[in-house]
């Protein structure tokens, strides 16, 4: 394993010789792995430092929670050291408001790139922060004791880590808007039968799942992944036309590449 990042509460790691496969751990199992606007900037870097080789991240975390959320620093009048306090957000022009959100934002949107596959691998609690890093993954596999829960809303909040859409498309508007405004625990058993897991199993058994479905993407070739990640992630803006469109477009492109003649 090589190591190519490590601060803030978080690793970035390449796994074997070839470099197709990438770990970022969430590292600060004291603290149940909360997340503060320092964790978020090194989930930023991870990501620009992925190698282009890099075909599947892996999101684990160590100790007994995924995350807890944002950490309780935070609600506090002088909140993190160095950052802006809630109270000195809230003093912002709409402007500056906008772009330090957004830069928190980008711990959570490279994960969904159509270059890679990103599989999170979730035990014990997945809290607010913790829960939209989850769901900021393509996949997820859950320990039997997982909890996801939404608690934003009940702060006087809402959920603006990217968390919103992915919850909708996977779980329907009903569940998602319960879900956050009742901030209750989802566990494993539910999130698997709604569609917030793809697989649960016990905490034992979470890292050899993880690995075993990680191996069983990385098996299949990779610019048929690329083209059908990109199918299916945009099928929802796309008509019924629209998308036997891309069908076509990504299939004449993957039968010239094949047959040698691609550009």
Not at 120 to 126: D, E, I
Request: hydrophobic share 45%; proline share 3%.
């Amino acid at each position: 394993m090589t190591e190519l990042l490590h601060r803030d509460g978080v690793r970035l790691a390449l796994d074997g010789e070839d470099g197709t496969l990438a770990t970022v751990t969430l590292d600060h199992p004291a603290r149940r792995n909360a997340q503060s606007p320092a964790m978020w900037r090194a989930l930023a870097a991870a990501g620009r430092e992925l190698p282009g080789s890099v075909r599947v991240v892996v999101l684990r975390a160590e100790g007994k929670s995924f995350s807890a959320g944002l950490d309780r620093q935070a609600f506090t009048p002088e909140g993190f050291a160095d950052e802006p306090s809630f109270l000195e957000l809230a003093r912002y022009s709409d402007g500056d408001l906008d772009a330090v959100i957004a830069e928190y934002q980008e711990a959570f949107t490279w994960w969904r790139r159509n270059d890679i596959v990103s599989l999170a691998a979730v035990q014990g609690h997945a809290i607010g922060a913790g829960f939209q890093l989850a769901l900021a993954c393509d996949l997820r596999v859950c320990a039997d004791d997982a909890q996801f829960a939404m608690r934003e809303t009940s702060l006087g909040l809402v959920p603006d880590l990217t968390g919103t859409g992915p919850l909708v498309q996977l779980v329907g508007y009903a569940r998602a808007l319960e879900m956050c405004v009742t901030g209750r625990f989802v566990h494993a058993e539910e999130a698997e039968r709604v569609g917030l897991a793809n697989l649960v199993v016990t905490a034992a058994e979470l890292d050899a799942a993880t690995a075993d479905l990680a191996a069983a993407l990385l098996a299949a070739p990779r610019d048929a992944v690329i083209e059908t990640k990109a199918l299916l992630r945009g099928a929802a803006g796309r008509t019924y036309e629209e998308q036997r469109a891309a069908e076509r477009a990504a299939q004449a492109r993957r039968l010239r590449d094949l047959a040698g003649v691609g550009e």
